[in-house]
Nanobody
């Protein structure tokens, strides 16, 4: 069993920054691919970013490239999402997830464990 707890969401003005954190426990975090997804009410959950086990391999959806950075600290069992130059369209509930296997994936179905989500609201 894996437990994931997100934190760091909140309300920010357009152009501002937030850093989301996801604390993991329950299995070997350092060998897990980790991802961030987001979801608006009534919409499908969508991929934002993923990071490989060592931290050297990352992947982003096009709409956040150059603005968001995913990173991890395996010593603290934590993955981060630094979000800069935020836009109103970034407003969503953000979810942390741990992948089923060791391969990088942007597919929702590649992730087996999910946090409870944290709300990010960007005002214009």
């Amino acid at each position: 069993q894996v437990q994931l707890v997100e934190s760091g969401g909140g309300l920010v003005q357009a152009g501002g920054s937030l850093r989301l954190s996801c604390a993991a426990s329950g299995r070997t975090f350092s060998s897990s691919v980790m991802g961030w997804f987001r979801q608006a009410p009534g919409k499908e959950r969508e991929f934002v970013a993923a990071i490989g086990a060592s931290g050297s391999d990352t992947r982003y959806t096009d709409s956040v490239k150059g603005r968001f950075t995913i990173s991890r600290d395996n010593g603290k069992n934590t993955v981060y999402l630094q979000m800069n130059m935020l836009k109103p369209e970034d407003t969503d509930v953000y979810y942390c997830a741990a992948a089923r296997g060791r391969a990088m994936t942007s597919s929702l179905y590649g992730y087996a464990y999910w946090g409870q989500g944290t709300q990010v609201t960007v005002s214009s």
